[in-house]
């Protein structure tokens, strides 16, 4: 028992060796059996028993994890045909991704996205892969912001990045005709900002889409223990995703509200539609900010894809499960946005 | 390889120790811890390792379980008072469950509930836990189905069992007025009382709600891996829950739509909200089962709770997370039942 008496004994699990499920589709029992054939193999996902010690080491390591992002590039360009227009909003480098699908009737709506990657990793032409696929099941155009990121920029670039090319593009439509959705640290980025404009009193979003968020960035949620090893995407809080924490929240701390949105304030928030998978290292992060949404009193949807990573969608891009996940989310912007 | 080429590497997770997590209420936390040091000191929870060889070992084995489960019946009578009224209702007992707190308002209204255990465990008076504290938080009268289970009455006859009940109660109200609830067993019988309904071309309940709810007894299931040795309720499939699984379905087999409802066809189901928690054996049986009702286009929603275990929200019912579970369910059928 700790000070206050309470019971703190912790509970073990035994080591386990877990098959590739037969409960998904063909496409994501390839994409689970082949991160657990790179995990076996000593590779795979990010390199999470270390982390750089230097912005240098920082550097050279982005440098090599966007090369990967990148090799994805092509193929989700063949699959979902789309132009890309690189440009500078506010002074902000965004790509705005057009969809060959674009409805033609949603010509009032766009949708803004935030890249994932820790806040670290993932910029530049690294950045468009969640918003292609958001694109196209959408058939909207989607603004992907290249926001700066560590080392050179920590907490707040990130955020008033966001901010700048919202301003930008609620200057143009009404505000609830616009959408904002991320994955990972995307989805921090999608929650910290509506954070932000409630802060200086600014419109809100007509919806939001936040997909296995990242919310809170002390690693106090429960499924960093139990999905600790079991997620193939992300397989660890310790290691590097602690340092990203450190390195992006900088002197405002990893629980500043904008920062950790979990430690912010929800009410008012628009509609949002939240995703995850049963071994989301993120699931805690995603199901304690829909619950605390919830509670807030704000119209939210929880969906859960069984024995799905986190993010696993974005790179799983061939599997039914992903079309359901961008399906979902572009029903929900086609019920909550207005104009 | 496997003979389709697939890639079927297994996932090696290595031994864990899982802290008591601080992101749930304290009342949560000692349940969480609680089921810890039992799991700690070799007992707690169901007999999971082994599993009854005979009839007669089986009803002892029944016994003994029914006995802790009845321990908690008057803790929960002095926080959620209420009267209980045993009849036949067609032939079967039930337990009609009128709470302090009902409201008059609703009187045209009534709730179905079936206990959970396996299909094998909780009959008699341990039957009652979910049903009070349905009734308390709904403020509405609940019939409590003590239908029959093995080793003397495998299926069908839990089903025949809901049916008989159900056209007792449809008979004296509209269905739609006529919410239908039930957690692990009990949520799977919810689900296979539709199906049932469905085939015998009957009236559908105005709204189901089924907490994890046990919709696949053949145990492939992601979360069964997952989550074993994590959840402190119902800590593995193998054994006794196998067992029971075995037991239950008979001749019928363990893939019977109306014995593992997730290989029914969900179309044209009433509104449905799941319930399930991070820690639960069961995740991937609710989320499965969610996701084919969405599927089939099926007004549906998902709830889960951070750490929590398979059916904890009636343990620990003293939590705020047990009340937020129920006042989500009561307002659910609010929503959605006529009459």
């Known amino acids: 028992m700790d000070d206050a008496g309470q019971i703190q004994t912790p509970r073990a699990v035994a080591a386990k060796s877990l098959?590739?499920?037969t409960t998904v589709s063909p496409q994501l029992q390839r994409s689970i059996s082949t991160m657990a054939a790179q995990a076996a193999a000593g590779g795979g996902g990010l390199?999470?028993?270390?982390?750089p010690g230097s912005a240098d080491e920082w550097t050279a390591l982005i440098a090599q994890v966007d090369a990967q992002a990148l090799a994805l590039v092509p193929a989700l360009a063949a699959m979902f045909p789309h132009r890309v227009e690189l440009m500078q909003v506010a002074g902000v480098t965004v790509r705005q991704i057009v969809p060959a699908s674009l409805d033609p009737a949603k010509a009032g709506r766009v949708?803004?996205?935030?890249?994932?990657?820790?806040y670290v990793l993932n910029g530049g032409e690294a950045s468009t892969g969640e918003a292609v696929l958001g694109a196209h099941y959408s058939r909207m155009t989607v603004v992907s912001v290249d926001y700066?990121?560590?080392?050179?920029?920590?907490?707040?670039a990130a955020v008033d990045d966001a901010v700048a090319v919202w301003r930008a593009l609620a200057a143009e439509r009404p505000a609830?005709?616009?959408?904002?959705?991320?994955?990972?640290?995307?989805?921090?980025?999608?929650?910290?900002?509506?954070?932000?404009?409630?802060?200086l009193g600014l419109e809100l979003p007509g919806a939001l889409a936040t997909g296995t968020p990242w919310t809170d960035l002390t690693g106090a949620s429960d499924s960093y223990q139990v999905n600790a090893g079991v997620d193939g995407v992300f397989s660890s809080f310790d290691g590097m995703a602690g340092g990203m924490a450190a390195l992006y929240a900088g002197d405002a701390g990893v629980t500043h509200p904008l920062v950790s949105p979990i430690y912010g304030d929800f009410a008012g928030f628009p509609p949002t539609i939240f995703t995850t998978g049963t071994r989301d290292l993120l699931l805690s992060d995603t199901v304690r900010a829909y619950r605390a949404m919830r509670?807030?009193?704000?119209?939210?949807?929880?969906?859960?894809?069984?024995?799905?990573?986190?993010?696993?969608?974005?790179?799983?891009?061939?599997?039914?499960e992903s079309a359901v996940v961008f399906r979902d989310i572009a029903a929900f912007f086609d019920e909550h946005l207005k104009g």
Chains 1, 2 share one sequence.
């Open 19 to 21: 098959r590739t499920p």
């Open 47 to 51: 390199p999470l028993g270390w982390r």
């Open 111 to 118: 949708l803004l996205n935030f890249h994932g990657g820790g």
């Open 148 to 156: 700066r990121m560590p080392p050179e920029h920590p907490f707040p």
């Open 176 to 199: 609830g005709a616009i959408g904002v959705f991320g994955t990972s640290a995307g989805g921090g980025l999608t929650l910290a900002l509506a954070l932000k404009l409630k802060e």
């Open 295 to 320: 509670a807030a009193g704000v119209t939210a949807r929880l969906e859960v894809h069984e024995a799905m990573s986190h993010a696993e969608y974005i790179y799983a891009f061939d599997s039914p």
